[in-house]
């Protein structure tokens, strides 16, 4: 029974032979660049008679960079950088008494959000691909299916830009 099942499996595998990949003319590479700790730190807190509560955050950035470069040649065609804030933040809470003398009562609680950095890599390369998309239309490296209908890509593209400056 195996035996009769591989032979099988061997006609089938003969009868679907895989085609020759397609040429591809350019190839796109690059990598993370930069991974920035605390580039912002700031909080607040607060205690009134042994009772307060804190709440701290921290920004860190990743940054992305990617280029397009030619198979023919190894020619750069065009290159994009990408960054990607990573937040943290977090809430503290806590009471302190005097219950008699030389003994404190001191309870703390907190809680914290770390962003995913691997997310946030993920986030930083999908938006460094759709950057070198949208600026390749944009020079004519390659052309939108509907050139009409990505005109609304370019300029939402353009005003993002244009806000980060």
């Given at each position: 029974?195996?035996?009769?099942?591989?032979?099988?499996?061997?006609?089938?595998?003969?009868?679907?032979?895989?085609?020759?990949?397609?040429?591809?003319?350019?190839?796109?590479?690059?990598?993370?660049?930069?991974?920035?700790?605390?580039?912002?730190?700031?909080?607040?807190?607060?205690?009134?008679?042994?009772?307060?509560?804190?709440?701290?955050?921290?920004?860190?950035?990743?940054?992305?960079?990617?280029?397009?470069?030619?198979?023919?040649?190894?020619?750069?065609?065009?290159?994009?950088q990408a960054?990607?804030?990573?937040?943290?933040?977090?809430?503290?809470?806590?009471?302190?008494?005097?219950?008699r003398l030389?003994?404190?009562?001191?309870?703390?609680?907190?809680?914290?959000?770390?962003?995913?950095?691997?997310?946030?890599?993920?986030?930083?390369?999908?938006?460094?691909?759709?950057?070198?998309?949208?600026?390749?239309?944009?020079?004519?490296?390659?052309?939108?299916?509907?050139?009409?209908?990505?005109?609304?890509?370019?300029?939402?593209?353009?005003?993002?830009?244009?806000?980060?400056?």
């Amino acid at each position: 029974m195996s035996q009769q099942y591989n032979d099988d499996h061997l006609k089938d595998l003969a009868i679907k032979t895989l085609q020759p990949l397609l040429f591809a003319g350019v190839i796109f590479e690059g990598g993370i660049v930069g991974y920035d700790t605390n580039i912002v730190t700031g909080g607040f807190g607060a205690k009134y008679f042994g009772v307060g509560g804190a709440v701290q955050y921290r920004v860190d950035r990743v940054t992305v960079y990617l280029r397009t470069v030619s198979v023919k040649n190894g020619a750069i065609l065009k290159t994009v950088q990408a960054t990607k804030v990573v937040l943290s933040q977090e809430l503290s809470g806590g009471f302190f008494r005097f219950v008699r003398l030389n003994r404190l009562l001191e309870i703390e609680t907190g809680i914290s959000s770390n962003e995913p950095t691997e997310m946030a890599v993920q986030e930083a390369i999908e938006k460094a691909v759709h950057d070198m998309i949208v600026e390749g239309v944009k020079i004519g490296m390659w052309k939108p299916k509907d050139p009409e209908e990505f005109k609304s890509v370019i300029e939402r593209y353009e005003k993002e830009k244009e806000e980060a400056l």
